[in-house]
């Protein structure tokens, strides 16, 4: 498919505002893998609010004009080949656990392989994403860790509260077995 120079900069735009949006991005090569399992991999992506999509390499480094990322050697090296780009806007953790997921299904989803990985600003290279980033908590973890910590006072007051109350119930009840016996 041949694109207008004006096609080729909105697209350009686009993927610029994406970028910029973005908390964390996952560039992978998906060379190997059939329609059917990238189709699959769509659906998961969908599902967790990442915005997956196949990018030509030129339109990415024209998007990254006057961007930090622009020089960056180590992301103009990865701009080779088949490139596919899964962006997370809430979640960082969201494309690189789904894809680490993915690709433990089987052989044929080994193919996708993951060229680096993006968190605010930072490379991560692809072993990196795959054992920090894929294992970081989410956050939905988060929230619940945190409200966990947030709760944890209010609980131990109760217990404490209720404490002597349960230890006269018990004594109670040891003052019957008694008598019965």
Do not use: C
């Not at 610029?16 to 964390?24: K, L």
């Not at 962006?87 to 993951?114: C, H, M, N, T």
């Amino acid at each position: 498919m041949v694109l207008s120079p004006t096609a080729k900069r909105e697209l350009a735009a686009a993927i610029s505002d994406r970028f910029e949006r973005a908390v964390s991005m996952v560039l992978v090569d998906f060379r190997g893998i059939n329609v059917e399992l990238i189709t699959e991999l769509r659906a998961r992506f969908r599902k967790a609010g990442v915005d997956y999509r196949v990018v030509k390499n030129n339109l990415v480094r024209k998007a990254l004009v006057g961007k930090d990322l622009a020089d960056n050697a180590e992301l103009d090296q990865s701009l080779h080949g088949p490139t596919a780009i899964a962006w997370s806007y809430e979640d960082p953790s969201a494309a690189a656990k789904i894809i680490k997921a993915f690709r433990k299904e089987g052989d044929e989803q080994e193919k996708l392989v993951v060229k680096l990985g993006i968190l605010e600003g930072e490379i991560l290279e692809a072993s990196r994403v795959e054992g920090e980033l894929a294992t970081m908590p989410g956050k939905d973890e988060i929230r619940a860790q945190l409200l966990a910590q947030l709760m944890a006072p209010a609980q131990t007051l109760v217990r404490q509260l209720l404490a002597p109350g349960q230890n006269m119930v018990h004594v109670l009840d040891a003052r019957r077995r008694d008598q019965e016996a």
